[in-house]
């Protein structure tokens, strides 16, 4: 054999021996040695697979040994140190070297199925190329991910478990270069979804120094934002999304999906994405020209998804799915660039649907509790996380997003007595700088004043529903029989949103505030402290009792009218005795 070629081949032996990193790619090796004596290795290898978070604590791994081989490394003492060499590579017992044959022959420069171990060995470092370091993780289509799929992919194979309850925890393990892949991620299924993905394959030289290794992984994760125009109209970010806002009936609220990937999305070949968003049924989002598709923005970073998702709406479940994430297409069908700090979003609206909470124009049973009760908007993400099993998905915990509205509670009484209540007095309402619109009970608008009024009640009440955050003028235009009109100018109130608790289900009281100058002798605010959690604003509104003018001269008026009496009845008295008279002349 030439000089050049055992220079060649010593090479291979160095370089196979880097192949210790996140994702068993290979590292840049030198022929320096470091202090000590080349040693050949003869104590049985270890190999520790652990996150230093230990976020992958319910992750168990296999290994499998793809070449025998002796391992020199320089040692000092008991240290050893400086990198591994290999010798006397020979391929590991079993159906190994068919399966690593077979799946790499159709790289260009393949050897001979024939040729011996060092020779393929030689070929597999050369033809890595340049993909390797201990930030990058194997690449799909490459010969070590080739490798790695043929192996994980064969039922034949026997693996090698760990050696105790540690789950990452490989002892006693024979020297050469081996392959570790996840055996199961850490909860899998059930209700909390997943905390953990399969990793990157890790390739490793055993024998020498113990190999320690971190996964090349990465678990999806979602989160959803609701756009609160009471905090400058922002979604807040990935990190810290805004999560709740308030919403009129009918009035559009815009959402946002954000979804992460994993950091080894290039180990995959088809990563499937899935964003699955049930909405509560009080909601309904917006569709595409009035159809039945959800009208969905859909973003990889910043660049616009022209195709490669389907969006879907069905019973009160909104689905996004890329069947491939990798082959979403931008604008003139141009390629999306995508990596593992790649974030994908959907943008969508949806509203209080006054069609499905009303029918005939009361208020169903099932949302009685509507206001000030959160409407909760749940998302969750489905993903590929097994890069050699197209049918292995993970899916996260669901994240919520929460939207609240509110009504107002009117009671009309008179300034005689505030225990009567007035009944029939009419009212309009208007949201501030919206004054072609009026709001009917139900929250809904509409520009014809009679259509909205609102009428007191038996008990003197007007009740609206469904009222966002924001400022309102109560208008009186008619006042009850006896009363005046003392709102005719109208009443500005503002509703705010009150204290948000720590659970969604607690009914939360908004706050109100009167505007400068309003009589709060005739317009009060109940204390939210003692009403019941209704999510409605309490108002009081007084009428003045209408007045009685002064009568002067009462007594000569009297007079007049007895006089005039006086005088009717002698004309009376004196017509009747003419008449009698008249008679009894013609009798004679």
Request: hydrophobic fraction near 30%; proline fraction near 4%.
């Amino acid at each position: 054999m030439s000089m050049n070629k055992n220079i060649a081949r010593l090479a291979v032996t160095a370089g196979l021996t880097a192949a210790l990193s996140f994702g068993g790619v290979m590292v840049p090796v030198t022929m320096a040695f470091a202090e000590g004596v080349p040693t050949v290795a003869t104590e049985q290898g270890k190999v520790f697979i652990a996150d230093p978070d230990t976020k992958y604590a319910g992750t168990s791994f296999k290994g499998i040994q793809i070449f025998t081989a002796k391992i020199t490394q320089n040692k000092d003492g008991n240290t050893w140190s400086g990198d591994k060499t290999l010798s006397d590579i020979q391929w590991a017992p079993g159906n190994v070297k068919t399966l690593v044959t077979t799946a790499l022959k159709g790289v260009p420069g393949v050897p001979n199925v024939n040729d011996d171990a060092q020779t393929w060995a030689e070929f597999i470092s050369m033809t890595q190329g340049s993909n390797y370091g201990e930030t990058t993780a194997v690449n799909n289509g490459t010969v070590l991910d080739l490798i790695a799929e043929a192996l994980e992919g064969d039922k034949t194979l026997t693996w090698t478990q760990p050696s105790n309850s540690s789950k990452g925890n490989f002892e006693n393990l024979e020297h050469g270069y081996w392959l570790f892949v996840t055996d199961t991620p850490g909860k899998t299924n059930g209700t909390e979804g997943n905390t953990d993905a399969y990793t990157s394959p890790i390739f490793t030289i055993v024998g020498g120094s113990d190999v320690n290794v971190a996964p090349k992984k990465s678990v999806p994760n979602v989160t959803k934002a609701v756009k609160d125009d009471a905090q400058n109209g922002t979604f807040g970010d990935f990190l810290n999304p805004n999560k709740a806002a308030d919403s009129a009936m009918d009035d559009w609220v815009d959402y946002k999906l954000i979804g992460t990937v994993a950091s080894n999305i290039n180990t995959y070949s088809t990563y499937t994405y899935t964003f699955t968003d049930t909405l509560p049924k009080s909601m309904t989002p917006k569709f595409k020209d009035g159809g039945t598709t959800p009208d969905v923005t859909v973003k990889i970073g910043d660049t616009e998804v022209e195709n490669g998702y389907n969006a879907t709406y069905d019973d009160g479940t909104l689905t996004v799915n890329f069947p491939n994430l990798r082959d979403c297409k931008g604008e003139g069908n141009t390629a999306i660039s995508l990596s593992g700090s790649s974030e994908v979003t959907v943008e969508y609206q949806a509203k209080l649907d006054s069609r499905k909470i009303f029918e005939k124009g009361k208020i169903k049973e099932e949302f009685k509790d509507l206001l000030g009760k959160a409407q909760i908007n749940k998302v969750k993400l489905t993903y590929s996380n097994n890069p050699h099993d197209e049918n292995a998905t993970g899916t996260t915990v669901e994240h919520p997003a929460y939207d609240y509205t509110y009504g107002i509670d009117v009671t009309k009484v008179g300034s005689d007595d505030e225990d009567k209540v007035l009944a029939g007095v009419e009212f309009t309402l208007q949201e501030q700088g919206d004054d072609g619109n009026y709001i009917k009970a139900d929250g809904t608008k509409t520009p014809d004043s009679e259509q909205a009024k609102l009428t007191t009640d038996a008990s003197g009440k007007i009740n609206v529903v469904g009222l966002d955050e924001g400022t309102y003028v109560l208008k009186e235009v008619k006042p009850a029989p006896g009363y005046n009109n003392s709102h005719s100018a109208g009443i500005t109130f503002t509703i705010t949103r009150g204290t948000l608790p720590a659970d969604d289900t607690t009914v939360v009281n908004p706050g109100c505030t009167l505007a400068n100058g309003t009589d709060e002798n005739l317009v009060k605010v109940a204390q939210t402290n003692t009403e019941a959690a209704d999510g409605k604003v309490h108002l009081t509104v007084t009428d003045e009792k209408g007045s009685n003018l002064p009568l002067t001269g009462l007594n000569g008026v009297t007079f007049t009218w007895i006089a005039g009496g006086a005088v009717l009845c002698i004309g009376v008295a004196h017509l009747i005795r003419s008449r009698k008279q008249a008679e009894e002349s013609e009798q004679e």
